[in-house]
């Protein structure tokens, strides 16, 4: 393989590995963000709540 | 017989030795990476003083020295470098990225650096093993420059030894080789950008991430999945919030025994009869310019940007398109603060910055693949 060839595939498979990854980022962050976010959070408020609630009966 | 070392002494031990000298001073008085120049001077210092063993192969009568055990057991065979990128991943937040997923083509665009020092190496007459493992320098990765330069040229300590100083070297001089480059390749009224604040990411999104990105890279570069695995395995015990106790080790004690063994056995490298070479003079060089380079693509990818979001994006984010994490961030925050007090670029460069780990990571596995 020559040196020229090494250059040229090697930075185009740095941007179609990143672009890959990307494109991958955005599709699942999407994903994520619309079906799984809200529940995860309602679930931190559920628990955010017990704690509170256990918090102020140690208090009194 | 009892040999005095003294009496052994030669021109380029006593060289070598202030050199390890240098290097303490750096890091103890100048405070320039003094986790690794501290060890590796000490090293220096140890390996160079005459009759005393330490970096020696072992013989029939004699055994190996501890340098040469260490450098042949931890560094040569990847484990030191690998378990060093496993403690980054603890250390590393990927939010600003997963904010902004586009920030990856900045720290591809950044890789430029180390394709084209790779092409100028072969002009001025290294093979191209030897100048796959100098570009690798313009990825601003000491432990991918290791990892690469003993897979591309294992049998060339030399190559190696300069390669490793030439990595670490200007990782600390980031704050210094950046500046001028992101300026002269941006403009006043660009670098005044100021950018919006980033959303919020979630647990699951950082969860999520390591894994995909794993699996992602391990099918498209095979031989990239040793950093970029162990990268993001030291990622997914940070974010999971479960594995406090491995996130602590790895990026805590793990890593600092890590570095001691990679300053012993980079010690082990520079000895004076493999460090005082033209070809170690030439690496430093094209060193600076494959860090150079990486900083103007990054920059002027950073252009493109900035003409597609019709001026929404400071160009001078893809300067930090190199993976010296954090340095090449606070450069960016500093550089937009000095032109406007009020601007806030951190962690929009921090995308770019944790990107081009990933990047440097993955054209070393490239090159591995294409090369080695």
């Known amino acids: 393989m020559t040196p020229i060839e090494v250059i040229l595939i090697g930075l185009g498979v740095v941007f179609i590995t990143l672009g890959i990854l990307t494109l991958s980022t955005y599709l699942f962050g999407s994903i994520i963000n619309r079906f799984f976010v809200s529940k995860e959070e309602e679930e931190m408020e559920k628990i955010a709540a017990i704690v509170a609630a256990i918090q102020s009966r140690g208090d009194q | 017989m009892l040999e005095i070392g003294l009496f052994a002494l030669t021109w380029q031990s006593i ?3 202030a050199i390890g000298l ?9 405070n320039m990476e003094p986790l690794l120049l501290g060890p590796i001077g000490f090293a220096v210092i140890l390996a160079n ?3 005393t063993g330490i970096t020696a192969a072992p013989t029939v009568e004699v055994g190996p020295g501890l340098l040469y055990i260490v450098y042949e057991e931890l560094i040569a065979t990847g484990i030191v470098p690998l378990i060093i990128f496993l403690g980054i991943g603890t250390m590393t937040d990927f939010s600003p990225l997963l904010a902004n997923p586009k920030t990856f083509l900045l720290g591809a665009a950044a890789q430029v650096g180390i394709f084209l020092a790779l092409g100028l190496a072969i ?4 093979d191209l093993n030897a100048a796959a493992s100098i570009g690798i320098i313009g990825g601003a990765d000491g432990p991918t420059a290791i990892y690469a330069a003993t897979r591309l040229v294992g049998d ?3 190559i190696i030894a300069a390669v490793t100083v030439s990595a670490y070297s ?3 001089l980031v704050p210094i080789i950046q500046p001028p480059i992101i300026k002269a390749l941006t403009t006043k009224k660009q670098r005044k950008i100021r950018m919006g604040k980033m959303r919020k990411v979630s647990r699951i999104e950082k969860i999520v991430f390591p894994i995909g990105v794993t699996i992602i890279v391990g099918l498209i570069v095979p031989d990239a999945l040793p950093l970029v695995g162990m990268l993001m395995l030291g990622n997914l015990f940070q974010v999971s919030g479960v594995m406090d106790r491995l996130s602590d080790v790895g990026g805590n004690a793990l890593m600092d025994i890590a570095t001691i063994m990679l300053g012993l056995g980079v010690g082990f490298l520079m000895t004076g009869d493999t460090f005082l070479q033209l070809e170690t003079l030439k690496i430093l060089l094209l060193g600076v310019f494959a860090f150079a380079t990486a ?3 990054g920059t002027l990818f950073g252009q493109i940007f900035y003409k597609i979001s019709k001026g929404k994006i400071n160009p001078m984010i893809g300067g930090a398109g190199v993976s010296a994490v954090p340095m090449a961030s606070r450069v960016v925050q500093k550089m937009g603060q000095t032109e406007d007090a009020g601007s806030h670029l951190l962690m929009h460069a921090m995308g770019p910055n944790v990107a081009g780990v990933i990047g440097s990571a993955t054209a070393a596995g490239i090159l591995i693949g294409l090369i080695a």
Do not use: D, H, N, S
């Not at chain 2, 002009?123 to 290294?126: D, T």
């Open chain 2, 170 to 172: 200007y990782m600390a």
């Open chain 2, 295 to 297: 900083t103007a693509g």
């Open chain 2, 123 to 126: 002009i001025i007459g290294f």
């Open chain 2, 22 to 30: 240098l290097l303490i001073y750096l890091g103890i008085a100048k």
């Open chain 2, 15 to 17: 060289v070598m030795i």
């Open chain 2, 49 to 51: 003083l005459p009759l």
């Open chain 2, 156 to 158: 060339r300590p030399e």
